[in-house]
């Protein structure tokens, strides 16, 4: 059996835990991968049984806390794909709230950050599939602020720029769909198409860029057609 070194861990209690994070990680990793969501399932609320007693006892290490939430929102995900929307909805919530601990305390960890603007979007996202629109704007306006600060900080991450750019899409279609704002939608798709153009510019290849700013452009052309912009609407079209 292979044991920590002891410079990591100076006793048998931080040894334990230690096992115990390998052992919830193990199961998490099998609730991700797995097919079944039955299997996945019961794999993700083995590993919460071990992790939660775990980021509990100890709440200022970090790595339990992030563990926890990237579990709870794998939950969530599958809760989702079963159609479960309010068992989804509760776990989110509560990664939601250990991601703003995680971000708070670490502020220059730019990963946290990522984590917690993709999870207050899906939160926004499975409220505007509920109908609810002012609490989606609400979420995917603290998602869009933070998504903002990350590209300003590390404005070449591919991946923060298209996070970004959907998440202009996504503000877009509620503000039209939901809100009947078709000016300020008209702004959101715009900030969208600039920034997904820009990155398609250096990487003109890239699948995930290339159909958001589809999504954009087809966003802002049904804008444009229900303000009666026939011309505008078919360019974008």
């Not at 798709?189 to 699948?207: D, R, W």
């Amino acid at each position: 059996q292979q044991w920590a070194s002891a410079s990591e861990y100076d006793d048998k209690g931080h040894q334990l835990e230690f096992f115990c994070k390998r052992r919830a990680q193990a199961f998490a990793n099998v609730g991700y991968y797995s097919t079944y969501t039955g299997k996945a399932l019961a794999a993700y609320n083995m590993a919460l049984e071990i992790i939660e007693p775990l980021a509990d006892k100890n709440t200022v290490v970090a790595e339990f806390q992030d563990i926890l939430a990237d579990t709870l929102t794998n939950r969530a995900y599958l809760h989702y794909e079963s159609g479960q929307r309010d068992m989804a909805l509760v776990d989110f919530n509560v990664a939601l709230e250990i991601q703003e601990q995680l971000a708070n305390a670490h502020p220059n960890d730019v990963g946290y950050r990522n984590d917690l603007t993709t999870t207050l979007n899906n939160i926004g996202l499975l409220y505007y599939e509920l109908g609810e629109a002012e609490k989606a704007y609400s979420l995917y306006a603290r998602s869009l602020k933070v998504q903002e600060q990350l590209v300003r900080s590390n404005p070449n991450t591919t991946d923060f720029l298209v996070t970004l750019g959907a998440g202009y899409v996504n503000m877009g279609n509620l503000q039209h769909t939901s809100l009947n704002d078709l000016e300020a939608a008209l702004h959101s798709f715009g900030k969208g198409v600039e920034v997904l153009s820009n990155l398609l510019e250096s990487i003109p290849t890239h699948v995930d860029g290339r159909r958001f700013l589809r999504n954009a452009y087809w966003g802002r052309g049904e804008a444009f057609e229900a303000l009666g912009d026939w011309q505008a609407a078919a360019t974008d079209w």
